[in-house]
């Protein structure tokens, strides 16, 4: 029996090391101990094997794919999670693409880790609050923001960077109760786990997240049941804001106009710094294999203020070479559909499904390929962020890919076409073809019909930002 002590529960890094060493021994599963500790404590354990050559000479390769599944999975609070992991990487010998086998059972358990993990990935990022504490002494002074977390999972370590980009210029902690974080404004500390007692209760920062939450609150967009899901009565009670849902909730009708306007200049700066912070986290996306042929990640673009938010499919090879959406062929119609629809594309902030292209290369020429379910909804997390900063007043979705990726289900353009419709987070759309259409289209009096209907559906939906009847259920038609 061999006994692997692992330092720490989100030790990744030595999880791999070990489970190299015991492949390359020709250790199975069922003879490993995975556990956690000090090893050098330990006086049975014996020590996590350091990685070595294979005897056979050939070290086992996995796809990405496994690793970040294995790097998710690691992250899960179950005590199984390693041993799991170490079965599924024995298994990975005989059976490299067994990570694409979804019906399999142990890959559908560790993917079932994994998504639980980002989940809660997720919710520290959305959930957590700091609140201003003053610090006395001679070389602190100052102010010192501490939020407290209590995650399901062993995922502060792997959050720390992105509060670090998101949060650099203020001094902050997050005590959680497995490890705190302390972000001096230059380096990264960590210390040991805290209660929930040691943690400040409301401050004035209360008051200042409360002032931005009334103002961003867009009653149109509230449905309970999902405010629930995504945010368990568990968090609530750290989140100053939510004190004002009932009010806020109560008077929703009457605050519906006018809220937009108010909320972007109210937080204008905090959406420049989030939404920055976004798309740099987005140009290293891995969250599906797209990234690794692609030349970079293309981002939405445009003024962040912008009323209209236009989402395509993917970026093309020229866009993929730039970096800016819609610059190539397909672009170059947008533009030119946009000026005659009466709107100027400097108003407009211009984004995509997908952030990075998918091609087939043959021979020197890279042929766009179509994202497939997986990878939209992969990258769904971008836009449902960038809708969630930006709120525009009006979205519309160019093409099949971006409705899919705006409803979460496939939509039929020609029956969707020319209304106003509802996203599922209750904000307005509209659907239309994508511009790369138009240019497929052989005979070229389809075309121009084809072309005018596009500038006539941009126009319904510029119309709508300012006309009650174009809001979702009204037809373009004018009744
Ligand atoms: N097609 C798209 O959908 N997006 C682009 O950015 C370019 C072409």
Request: glycine letters at 8%; hydrophobic letters at 45%.
């Amino acid at each position: 029996m061999r006994t692997v002590t692992l330092p720490a529960p989100d030790d990744v890094d030595a999880w791999r090391g070990a489970a190299r060493g015991l492949i390359a021994d020709d250790i199975p599963p069922d003879r490993v101990v995975w556990q956690l500790g000090d090893a050098s404590t330990d006086l049975f354990a014996q020590a996590a094997a350091a990685p070595r050559a294979d005897p056979t000479g050939a070290p086992l390769r996995v796809s990405r794919a496994f690793l970040a599944l294995a790097g998710d999975a690691a992250l899960h609070a179950d005590p199984e999670r390693f041993a799991l992991l170490y079965a599924m990487l024995w298994r990975l010998r005989d059976a490299p693409k067994l990570a694409e086998d979804h019906a399999d059972p142990l890959v559908r358990r560790l993917e079932g880790l994994a998504k639980a993990v980002r989940r809660d990935i997720h919710k520290m990022r959305a959930f957590l609050r700091f609140r201003a504490v003053e610090e006395r002494g001679e070389e602190e002074g100052g102010t010192r923001y501490v939020a407290w977390f209590e995650p399901e999972h062993h995922i502060v370590r792997a959050n720390a960077a992105f509060f670090v980009n998101r949060f650099a210029s203020m001094r902050w902690s997050i005590l959680t109760p497995g490890v705190s974080l302390h972000w001096d404004g230059r380096a990264l500390s960590e210390g040991p786990g805290a209660s929930r007692a040691e943690a400040p209760d409301g401050d004035p920062v209360e008051e200042v997240w409360k002032t931005y939450y009334a103002s961003i609150f867009n009653p149109a967009r509230v449905k309970v049941g999902a405010m629930l899901k995504e945010m368990p009565r568990k968090y609530w009670k750290n989140m100053p804001e939510t004190a004002l849902v009932p009010q806020l909730l109560a008077s929703a009708q009457a605050r519906e106009s006018g809220m937009i306007a108010t909320s972007r200049s109210d937080m204008g700066g905090n959406v420049t710094a989030a939404w920055e912070a976004l798309r740099e986290e987005a140009a290293g996306c891995t969250r599906c294999p797209l990234y690794k042929p692609a030349t970079q990640t293309v981002f939405g673009e445009g003024p962040l203020d912008a009323g209209m938010m236009f989402v395509g499919e993917q970026p093309g090879d020229q866009e993929d070479l730039a970096g800016h959406p819609f610059v190539g062929p397909a672009g170059q119609v947008f533009d030119r559909a946009l000026a005659a629809a009466g709107i100027t594309r400097a108003e407009t902030y211009v984004t995509n499904a997908v952030k990075h292209f998918k091609f087939e290369p043959r021979g020197r020429r890279r042929i766009h390929a179509r994202p497939d379910a997986g990878e939209i909804d992969a990258c769904r997390w971008w836009i449902e962020q960038e809708q969630m900063l930006l709120r525009p007043a009006v979205t519309v979705a160019l093409g099949a890919t971006a409705a899919r990726s705006l409803f979460g289900r496939t939509m039929t353009i020609s029956r969707e076409r020319g209304r106003a419709q509802r996203l599922p987070d209750g904000g307005a759309a509209w659907i239309t073809v994508h511009p790369s259409y138009l240019l497929r289209l052989p005979d070229e009096a389809a075309r121009e019909a084809e072309y005018a209907r596009f500038v006539e559906d941009l126009k319904a939906a510029h119309a709508s930002l300012s006309s009650p009847r174009l809001k979702p259920g009204a037809t373009a038609g004018g009744n």
